[in-house]
């Protein structure tokens, strides 16, 4: 985010609090991040779930890594296999494919997350390493941001 400041881009992180301990909510949390509405911004750069379900007209993910957890419907839930733990995660991944489809593009910081994001998702992701702190080799074109 520095980087784009000092680029001389405005841009500005948006935090969406997410409890990871609460499978039960999972399905209330996505319906709440659908909800954000986010205006006046030219571009939304998602980083991580459930900011990327934020709908906007150019959104681009860039996954730092698929919330594994969402895919088992939450780590306490795995171990379970009932039918509410199946229907989270049929939830979720009916949600990511929306996302996914609305993003105009989706790339993932390592080879990893991008084979990852494949296995549970079926979505392809170009991989676009995070640039290292202070290299000065990048620009980024972005006019504002969402995380």
């Known amino acids: ?41 030219d571009r939304a750069i998602a980083l991580r779930f459930p ?25 306490a839930s795995r171990s379970r296999n009932d039918d509410r733990s199946r ?10 494919l929306v996302a996914f489809a609305e993003a105009k593009r989706l790339f993932a910081t390592t080879p990893v997350a991008a084979q990852r994001l494949q296995r549970v998702s079926g979505a392809e992701a170009a991989v676009l390493p995070a640039p290292e702190e202070n290299s000065g080799d990048w620009t980024a074109t972005v006019e504002q941001l969402l995380a």
């Open 1 to 41: 985010m520095t980087a784009l400041q000092q680029s001389g881009h405005e841009a500005e992180a948006i935090r969406i609090p997410f409890a990871v301990a609460e499978p039960e909510r999972l399905v209330e949390e996505m319906l709440v991040a659908r909800s954000i509405r986010v205006r006046n911004v």
């Open 87 to 96: 229907r989270i995660g049929r939830a979720v991944r009916g949600a990511d």
């Open 51 to 75: 900011a990327y379900l934020v709908p906007h007209p150019n959104k681009v993910i860039w996954l730092v890594d698929p919330f594994r957890h969402a895919y088992d419907a939450g780590s």
